[in-house]
């Protein structure tokens, strides 16, 4: 009897001593237990211009300020109001392929209101190639989707998502829409969540988190990418199979005195 305690007890132990280890592991590396597999990751640690391009016709450094040691990156806007891009890694090709199923792109930005002022702020997008069946390793824009974070009449942070925009007046009347929400100063993820749906469409989920990991803004419905023209026949949708990669990510229209960012990473 005490023999088969002893056995039985240390059978407990070891299985025990096995899961906390199991825990552990995906603590450190989610993708190891079944979750995303990171195609690209960008923290600033380095200053590498690999990671953000800056958009000027001299192609300079000025515009952009990497911060090695608290791993950030300063975006300003030249004078054309146009601030930094990523090609996630893939400056020469500008496409990095993903599975649309369950392709992720998240980027965390530093929300401050006094670095706007009422009427300012910044648009952060995404932009998908379209697979050119004539020439393999070409890749041209499909489509790009933007998120407006701009502090509004009444001085007030807000985050909405944009159908297309033609004039920063056209940012105010998007804050202003019912569904924009207020954001506080602090640090938030903007999500972007492809899926493939019905009739191979692809859409698009966003949604804004929060520090402390609670989402604080999502688009009302799936978004889906619309094509620009549209032959006979054709779906007016892009489906999974005409699109290629990622092409870009790109802070745009920025008015606000400066964009932080700590990482831009892609999960899938």
């Known amino acids: 009897m005490e023999k088969t305690m002893s056995s039985s007890r240390a059978k407990t132990i070891a299985f025990s001593v096995l899961a906390a280890l199991f825990v552990v592991i995906c603590a450190f590396s ?12 960008s923290d600033f640690s380095d200053k590498s211009r690999n990671d953000f391009n800056v958009y000027t016709e001299s192609n300079s450094d000025s515009g952009l300020t990497i911060n090695t040691e608290d791993k950030t990156a300063t975006i300003t806007a030249n ?6 891009n990523t090609y996630f890694g893939n400056n020469k090709t500008k496409n990095t392929e993903v599975d649309y199923n369950s392709a992720v792109v998240s980027v965390k930005v530093k929300v401050d209101s006094a670095t706007m002022k009422n009427g300012e702020g910044f648009i952060w997008s995404v932009a998908l190639n379209e697979k050119l069946a004539e020439k393999a390793d070409t890749y041209t824009q499909a489509t790009e989707t933007f998120i407006y974070v701009g502090k509004d009449t009444d001085g007030k942070v807000k985050v909405y998502q944009l159908e297309s925009y033609s004039s920063i007046d056209s ?18 993820e903007i999500r972007y969540a492809y899926k493939v749906a019905e009739n191979d469409v692809v859409k698009l989920d966003i949604s804004v ?38 092409r870009y990510g790109w802070f745009s229209l920025v008015t606000a005195d400066n964009v932080v960012v700590s990482s831009v990473t892609v999960t899938q």
């Open 171 to 188: 940012l105010q009347q998007a804050i202003a829409n019912e569904d924009a929400v207020e954001l506080v100063n602090g640090w938030y």
């Open 30 to 41: 989610f993708a190891a237990c079944g979750g995303p597999d990171t195609i690209y990751q």
């Open 79 to 84: 004078s054309l109001n146009q601030g930094s």
């Open 209 to 246: 988190v929060n520090e402390d990991g609670d989402t604080v803004y999502e688009s009302k419905n799936a978004t889906t990418l619309k094509k620009t023209s549209v032959a006979d026949g054709e779906s007016e949708y892009y489906t999974v199979d005409e699109l290629a990669g990622l």
